[in-house]
């Protein structure tokens, strides 16, 4: 039952392991019982997109949907990286409530709901994020059926969790004359989770893009790419009104990063 299944937190990991009482030796575990564990159809984690955070703690969901013939009674999920198991991550992202708020679909199957903090200010296995753990995390998912039957995945998947990144943008001067040079400069900056604090992502290469002025379409004019502090500065002759930005593609620890548009007069 609810006690025995799901024990809680221990020491710096997500007791998933409650389900039977035993340290995990394998990445999946099922009842042993006469009774056919649950399936899990479905899970998703911050709607599916990846899992971006700057110098400040963020909040995001991870759904699991199951079905049991018994139906779905509890669930438990959390995201982890490094080490050889849940039980001992590197660090590891669990719900503030250890029992997710599952809700039925239909007689056999729920969708159980868990709120997640991620903080790059908060201390210990749980919830804290460094730099070094920036990429790609394991999903760990567990759920219960109302016969006591049960499944435990600890690596059912897998979710890219990167540092935010900021990109200004300026063109000078306003207006430009046709066929003379529009300077373009901006900062690129990404969150320090071991400093909480912005800092300039260095030599990274980043799109000079226009959008001319009656179209929805931008276009890439060149790739330049950013100095030891993350500025960004070049030039293009433009011959149209129209739209200039900066764009970052970002890395699989970085998110990418559009700056706001800037709108040029040409005369």
Known sequence: MRTRVFAGLTTG??????LTGTAAQADDRASASRATPPKITKVTVNGGKDLVVGVSKKTFTIKVTAKDDSGIVYGLAALWRGGTSVESPQKILVPDMQIGNCVKVDRTTSTCTFKVVADPKGSGVHYDLTNAV?????????VEGHDESYVERQKYGTHQVKRAAKLTADATPEPVRRGDAL???GSLTRADWNTHKYNG???SAVKLQFKKKGTSTWRTVKTVKADSR??????TKPTADGDFRLSYPGTSTTAGVTSK?????VR
Request: overall charge positive; proline content about 0%; charged content about 15%.
């Open 261 to 265: 548009a800037d709108f040029v007069d």
């Open 13 to 18: 990991a997500l007791a998933l392991t409650a």
């Open 134 to 142: 920036a990429g790609k995390w394991h999903v760990a998912v567990a």
């Open 201 to 203: 992502v260095a030599s």
């Open 230 to 235: 993350g500025k960004v500065r070049t030039t």
């Open 183 to 185: 300077t373009v400069s």
